[in-house]
Nanobody
């Protein structure tokens, strides 16, 4: 059974950091691009970042550039999103998703419809 499981979310104060993990099972993650999305209440799902299968192409939403870092460890079949300098507007449910090779090289990397498999999401709340 193909599964993606996110972890690492929680409550953090503004300016704090969290590291999200996305563990894959039932398939080999190294053949896929990994994307991170988020969805705040009442808002559409937003593409946050994407990394190609080799890590050679990485994209970030303007809202997180310089603060978030996407990475992957194919030996552990896991992707990561390091989030620093968190702001209240970063509060959302964060999802990881995978897509076949090529998407992270395109201008539509942040379109949710291009992703095949999704995790269940992890809540990130930034509040004092």
């Amino acid at each position: 059974q193909l599964r993606l499981v996110e972890s690492g979310g929680g409550l953090v104060q503004p300016g704090g950091s969290l590291r999200l993990s996305c563990a894959a099972s039932g398939f080999t993650l190294d053949r896929y691009n990994i994307g991170w999305f988020r969805q705040a209440p009442g808002k559409e799902r937003e593409g946050v970042s994407c990394t190609s299968s080799s890590g050679g192409s990485i994209n970030y939403a303007d809202s997180v550039k310089g603060r978030f870092t996407i990475s992957r460890d194919n030996t552990k079949n896991t992707g990561y999103l390091q989030m620093n300098s968190l702001k209240p507007e970063d509060t959302a449910v964060y999802y990881c998703a995978v897509t076949p090779p090529g998407v992270c090289y395109s201008s539509t990397w942040d379109r949710a419809i291009r992703y095949t498999y999704w995790g269940q999401g992890t809540q990130v709340t930034v509040s004092s």
